[in-house]
């Protein structure tokens, strides 16, 4: 009698882990290349196709929400998620599944051969049955590594999924709100695997942008890693206080000539920010496959993290020793892969070539982007900062900033307009914007650009 390769005490230690793991991205992995067929046994195959299900619908794994989903199994999935030992044991098991799987369908391949060899009437239908057989066994999968396409049937319930959830208001799993409204209307919010890019020329206000984009999605319980390679932890957290309190952060640093109402700002910003789920690397020369394994840590670590902020992109320490703008576009590259690891929107800093400063219309575009047009082929979403008094002061659009997104991968391009005062952004009426916007002279030369009105 032949050896059964299967393992069910294995089997249910592997459904187990993922239960009790989530969507790390271990289990994303196992998700995305582990067969169902790998489980022998047939109710364990349908709770991993479940967890699947689920996961890719909803980014989450929730033992009860699946007991809901497969109540005949809720014995299992309630037995299977006790096993504390079980998330140590994931890699190596799911290796030793394939193991298993590659051999039983071996072992069925063989088998249908002996038997179309034996029935075989004449040469010529032994030798087609021979060529069958080898197309059977090359087709055999022993590549512990390899990535399993996903059927397009296995996609479509989870389509179906998004929808109902957000026509009942409940897709925060699925998408990130940046809070700013009319941003919002716009992009429909960054999905879970989104790269979003933020650039613009200096003083503009990217470093403020992010900061606002933090301030409300933590507001509303979303976490925050934050790595600031431009400015140290301290100061980030400065510009939160003086946001959420209104006054300008220059303020903080003479504290001798604060006044009464002064103070008060100062209070109500550190109670507006206290418990904040914001957490800020401070660090230089981290290279991409630094930040993604400190990102994937934290995110195990702090699964309620929604949002993952770099400032900026050009301070990421290059490994390669080729030319520098693939250098640079391998670390877009890898911060878009860090986003689908984690299932976690980043959004990145990055700024532009001066050649802006040579055109009248210094607008900035996507050909603008410094040191890699590969930048741009990887972002899923481009915005492009742009305030016009940083060229002329006495422009009639003074006070407002311009987001234009020049790049918009699932949904419409645009231009959200915000209020620009003592340093921090806050909302105004589009249309009054826009209409001050349109109807200014003519930009100025570059010598009356004023880096000490800006922000970063």
């Not at 209104?246 to 002064?262: H, I």
């Not at 986003?339 to 532009?352: G, M, N």
Request: charged share 25%; net charge negative.
């Amino acid at each position: 009698m032949s050896k059964v390769w299967r393992d069910e005490d294995m089997e249910g230690a592997v459904i187990g882990a993922m239960l009790l793991r989530g969507t790390d991205s271990d289990v994303m992995n196992v998700i995305s290349s582990l067969p169902a067929s790998a489980f022998a046994v047939w109710q364990y195959r349908e709770i991993f196709e479940g967890i699947c299900a689920q996961a890719r619908s909803k980014g989450l794994i929730d033992p009860i929400l699946l007991g809901e989903q497969l109540p005949e199994h809720i014995a299992l999935i309630d037995a299977s998620g006790r096993k504390p030992w079980a998330p140590g044991t994931l890699n190596s098991y799911v290796t030793q599944l394939k193991r298993f799987a590659s051999i039983r369908d071996a072992q069925s391949a063989l088998s249908e051969a002996m038997s179309m060899l034996n029935d075989a009437g004449n040469s010529d239908i032994g030798i087609a049955a021979l060529e069958k057989v080898k197309s059977l066994v090359a087709g055999i999968q022993t590549d512990e590594h390899a990535v399993r396409p996903i059927p397009l049937d296995d996609l479509l319930p989870a389509v179906i999924s998004r929808l109902e959830e957000k026509v009942q208001g409940a897709a925060e799993g699925r998408t990130v709100l940046s809070g700013i409204e009319a941003l919002d209307n716009i992009t429909g919010g960054f999905d879970q695997t989104d790269l979003v890019l933020v650039a613009a020329r200096p003083s503009m206000g990217k470093t403020e942008t992010m900061l606002d984009i933090i301030d409300k999605v933590s507001a509303d319980g979303g976490g925050v890693l934050f790595f600031s390679m431009g400015m140290s932890d301290i100061q980030i957290a400065e510009r939160h206080v003086s946001a959420a309190g209104g006054f300008s952060t220059s303020k903080l640093k003479s504290a001798e000539s604060l006044g009464d109402e002064d103070w008060a700002r100062i209070s109500h910003g550190i109670a507006r920010m206290t418990g904040r789920p914001i957490w800020i690397v401070d660090a230089t020369d981290l290279n991409v496959e630094q930040i993604k394994q400190i990102a994937i840590n934290h995110k195990q670590q702090h699964p309620e993290t929604v949002l993952v902020g770099i400032d900026y992109l050009r301070l990421i320490k290059l490994n390669s020793s080729s030319r520098h703008d693939l250098a640079v576009g391998e670390v877009s590259k890898g911060l878009k892969s860090l986003a689908k690891t984690i299932r976690t929107p980043v959004v990145a800093l990055s700024q532009l070539s001066r050649s802006v400063e040579q055109r009248p219309n210094k607008r900035p575009v996507n050909a603008d982007l410094k040191d890699s047009g590969e930048i741009e082929a990887d972002a899923d979403i481009i915005m492009m900062l742009y305030r016009d008094e940083v060229y002329d002061p006495e422009s009639p659009a003074r006070g407002i900033a311009e987001i234009n997104i020049t790049k918009n991968r699932n949904g419409s391009l645009g231009t959200v307009y915000r209020r620009f005062h003592n340093g921090h952004f806050h909302d105004i009426d589009q249309a009054e914007a826009q209409s001050r916007c349109r109807e200014q002279p003519q930009q100025k030369t570059n010598s009356n650009r004023r880096y000490s009105r800006g922000a970063a």
